[in-house]
């Protein structure tokens, strides 16, 4: 949008939206929604909206938004259902007088329908907008009727013959009555005669007065409620919405190359789960298989150096020499103890002399051999020898 430092103006004439800039002496075609000044308000017809004041106490603040219809519900004709009311000023607590507007929501509904697409500017009654300090009142003086603003809450838009039995209603009148008017005689003739010494007629209408009108934001917005501003999804859309898709797109791909590593990677940790099992059996054909990796080191340490210091390779090489050297001689099972770095040997014999020929010999290789049991059957001997191996 561009920047003016005077207020832009939309508004509705014989039902159709004009666009109003501070100084125009006529309307003109409504821009599209980029080519509108930041400053851009929606004039209501004020003859469509009541304005007013109201005391409120402390107590009823708290419920406001909800009751004000009710609170007017005596001054109205319409259904309090049918209406929508709102107001300012008063709502931190420090004043005890709040300003309120009054319209119906067919007709909020109508100038919704009127807007530009992705507008979302303020709805003020455009009796506010006319310029007005304190002791004054303002009139612009059009075709059928007068736009008037009594004070900074107040304004209203009335036929012209009826401007002066309003004007006498007045409980003070003011000290200065501005005019603008294209016919000083004329208008200058819808005051009341008493009124006429205090006017300042100027030529001009609407778009002269907006070059005098104050800052707006203090000014009663009936956009609240249910008509309050949403946020423009639908435009921040339009905007990035090709953004969004390359996004998106990206998005899908990552987790699509994400999806194939992973399954690569399930592939491939199969294939290496295998081939440690296939390994794993390699040495040890029996038994189920767990943790391949644990049971393959597990069963590894039973070979390795004890804390006594003894290898059972050497041991159990020693051995098998000493039998393999005497005939007749054999064995029949072999248990060896980590712990206490000790072998168990099962032996058969032809006679007992052959195993204390083998226990004798494993004396001189630096190991202490000590028969444990023997027996005699079949013509055979059976002995069990306790082997314990040196240092290494």
């Known amino acids: ?73 005596e001054d109205v004709i319409d259904d309090v259902a049918a209406l929508h009311c709102v107001y300012g000023g008063g709502s931190d607590g420090i004043e005890d ?7 119906t929501r067919a007709c909020m509904d109508d100038w919704a329908r009127l807007l530009p697409e992705h507008w979302e500017g303020p709805w003020i009654p455009e009796s506010l907008l006319l310029p007005v300090n304190e002791g004054e009142l303002c009139l612009v003086v059009e075709t059928d009727s007068v736009l008037v603003r009594s004070s900074a809450a107040l304004g209203a838009r009335v036929p012209k013959q009826l401007l002066a039995p309003l004007l006498n209603s007045l409980a003070t009148p003011p000290e200065t009555v ?19 010494i205090n006017a300042q007629w100027r030529r001009g209408g609407f778009g002269q007065a907006l070059l005098l009108s104050g800052d707006h934001s203090t000014l009663l917005d009936l956009r609240q409620g249910d008509y309050a501003p949403r946020l423009p999804f639908q435009r921040w859309w339009g905007h ?14 990552h987790l699509g190359a994400d999806a194939f590593v992973v399954h690569q990677l399930e592939r491939d940790n199969m294939a290496l789960r295998a081939a440690i099992q296939a390994s ?74 052959l195993v204390e020929k ?18 005699s059957r079949d013509d055979r001997v059976r002995a069990r020898l306790r082997i314990v191996g040196g240092r290494v």
């Open 97 to 103: 007088t709040i300003r309120y507007g009054v319209t």
């Open 358 to 375: 083998l226990r004798q010999r494993l004396q001189t290789q630096d190991m202490t051999a000590t028969l444990e049991t023997s027996s």
């Open 1 to 73: 949008m561009t920047v003016s430092t005077n207020l832009s103006v939309l508004r509705i004439e014989q039902g159709t939206l004009r666009w109003w800039q501070a100084g125009d002496s006529t309307s003109r075609d409504v821009p599209p929604v980029d080519g509108l000044p930041d400053n851009t308000v929606l004039a209501l017809p004020s003859d469509a909206v009541r304005l007013g004041e109201l005391a409120v106490s402390q107590a009823e603040r708290k419920h406001l938004r909800k009751s004000l219809p009710f609170l007017l519900e």
């Open 240 to 253: 990035w919405r090709q953004v969004a898709m390359a996004a998106a797109a990206a998005l899908v791909l």
């Open 178 to 196: 501005l005019i603008y008017g294209q016919d000083q005689h004329d208008d200058l003739a819808l005051l009341p005669p008493e009124w006429i």
């Open 280 to 353: 794993y059996r390699q040495a040890n054909p029996r038994g189920a298989v767990v943790d391949p990796e644990k049971q393959l080191d597990r069963q590894l340490a039973e070979y390795q150096v004890a804390s006594s210091g003894t290898a059972f390779t050497p041991l159990l090489a020693t051995i098998t020499q000493a039998v393999a050297s005497e005939q007749g001689l054999s064995i029949s099972s072999l248990n060896f103890n980590a712990t206490s770095s000790e072998i168990r040997l099962d032996l058969i014999a032809e006679n007992y002399a």
